[in-house]
T-cell receptor, first 116, second 112 residues
Framework: KAGVTQTPRYLIKTRGQQVTLSCSPISGHRSVSWYQQTPGQGLQFLFEYFSETQRNKGNFPGRFSGRQFSNSRSEMNVSTLELGDSALYLC???????????????FGPGTRLTVT | DQQVKQNSPSLSVQEGRISILNCDYTNSMFDYFLWYKKYPAEGPTFLISISSIKDKNEDGRFTVFLNKSAKHLSLHIVPSQPGDSAVYFCAAPHNAGNMLTFGGGTRLMVKP
């Protein structure tokens, strides 16, 4: 079974620009979560989607947004990029909430975003 | 408010010996815990989990112990292998969903 895929793997953007990152979950997984990893803040939860609806949102500004499509694929968008948005953005998929082992999230390789 | 803490940023162990990685939590509502391993430039890899109804879960060389009264869990790796060298994170889901809160990670170095 193929794992979680994320595209692109690397991105360089300029301050003020916007960026869209894509995630394809493991087949059969319907919940998708996004995390940001930085050296200073560690791994931080951004948001979680299930059935095209945002279920949870972390403590990030409104510049960070996401969505999920009917095939469970997800995208996240960051508008008006700041230098501090430089990070590894990780997508994770899991089974539908409430199912056994639904807490176990499987991560993709991440998208390394550099903002200059 | 760091609800999940890994107080040891690094740990060095000889190959073949036991590695013990520790994790403390403050939120008594946490009832499930996970351990992940992460190599540089890769996403975290799920290792093992434990429900709060258990105090031990074992999978091959990996065993996780949970002490609810102390709000403490630990991951034991026996025997340790050089390929185990990575950063290990403990995590707990909350908010009735998959909102994982991660500890800061412990870098394990297994020396041949």
């Amino acid at each position: 079974k193929a794992g979680v895929t994320q595209t692109p793997r690397y991105l360089i953007k300029t301050r003020g620009q916007q960026v869209t990152l894509s995630c394809s979950p493991i087949s059969g997984h319907r919940s998708v979560s996004w995390y940001q990893q930085t050296p200073g803040q560690g791994l931080q939860f951004l948001f979680e989607y299930f059935s095209e609806t945002q279920r949870n949102k972390g403590n990030f500004p409104g510049r960070f947004s996401g969505r999920q499509f009917s095939n469970s694929r997800s995208e996240m968008n960051v508008s008006t990029l700041e230098l501090g948005d430089s990070a590894l953005y990780l997508c994770a998929s899991s089974l539908a909430p409430g199912r056994p082992y639904s807490y176990e999230q499987y991560f993709g390789p991440g998208t390394r975003l550099t903002v200059t | 408010d760091q609800q999940v803490k890994q107080n040891s940023p690094s740990l060095s162990v000889q190959e073949g010996r036991i590695s013990i990685l520790n994790c403390d939590y403050t939120n008594s509502m946490f009832d499930y815990f996970l351990w992940y391993k992460k190599y540089p430039a890769e996403g975290p890899t799920f290792l093992i989990s434990i429900s709060s109804i258990k105090d031990k879960n074992e999978d091959g060389r990996f065993t996780v112990f949970l002490n609810k009264s102390a709000k403490h869990l630990s991951l034991h790796i026996v025997p340790s292998q050089p390929g185990d060298s990575a950063v290990y994170f403990c995590a707990a889901p909350h908010n009735a969903g998959n909102m994982l809160t991660f500890g800061g990670g412990t870098r394990l170095m297994v020396k041949p």
